[in-house]
């Protein structure tokens, strides 16, 4: 497995310990297990969609944990036999699974459903208007906040 050297990076950055330390944790984590195979897509500016082929697993078997910057998905395995005849063979896994996301800053689950054999689960990032960027104006006594636009209207704030 090769591996790619952050030390370049982390010599002339400050504060992104943390997304260096995702990078290589995740490039070691997913060396292994690619199980159940998993599409991430892009929806919209803000919004983003996790498909998880889980075939053979019903919403019982599945938990969904979502908490900061993380969002775990572990599918259970079950013992019950459907069928009384004897297998020959089993191709259709039904093994327990666990499968980690780092979720950037905002990005909260807004649903989740399973359908056909594929777990999909629909992102949002929201992020709180306090932390938009601003223009500050300058000069004068009273300085004035002006929204920058994002192009999803025009927002303006004034503060004293």
């Known amino acids: 497995m090769s591996r790619f050297d952050f030390?370049?990076?982390?010599?002339?950055t400050v504060g992104f310990d943390r997304l260096f330390d995702l990078l290589e944790n995740q490039a070691r984590l997913n060396a292994g297990d690619n199980y159940p195979p998993f599409n991430i897509s892009r929806r919209g500016e803000d919004n983003y969609r996790i498909t998880l082929a889980v075939a053979g697993f019903r919403a019982g078997d599945i938990d969904i944990t979502a908490q900061q910057n993380l969002l775990v998905v572990q599918g259970k395995k079950r013992e019950e036999v459907e069928d009384a005849g004897e297998?020959?063979?089993?191709?259709?896994?039904?093994?327990?699974?666990?499968?980690?996301?780092?979720?950037?800053?905002f990005v909260r689950v807004e649903r989740a459903d399973l359908a056909d054999g594929l777990l999909i689960i629909d992102l949002v990032r929201e992020v709180p208007d306090a932390m938009k960027p601003r223009k500050i104006a300058i000069g004068g006594t009273t300085p004035t906040l002006t929204a920058v636009p994002t192009g999803e209207g025009e927002d303006t704030a004034s503060a004293a």
Do not use: C, K, M, Q
């Not at 030390?7 to 002339?12: C, L, Q, W």
């Not at 089993?90 to 327990?96: C, L, M, S, T």
């Open 7 to 12: 030390t370049p990076y982390r010599r002339s």
């Open 87 to 105: 297998l020959i063979h089993v191709g259709i896994a039904n093994r327990g699974f666990e499968r980690r996301f780092e979720l950037a800053d």
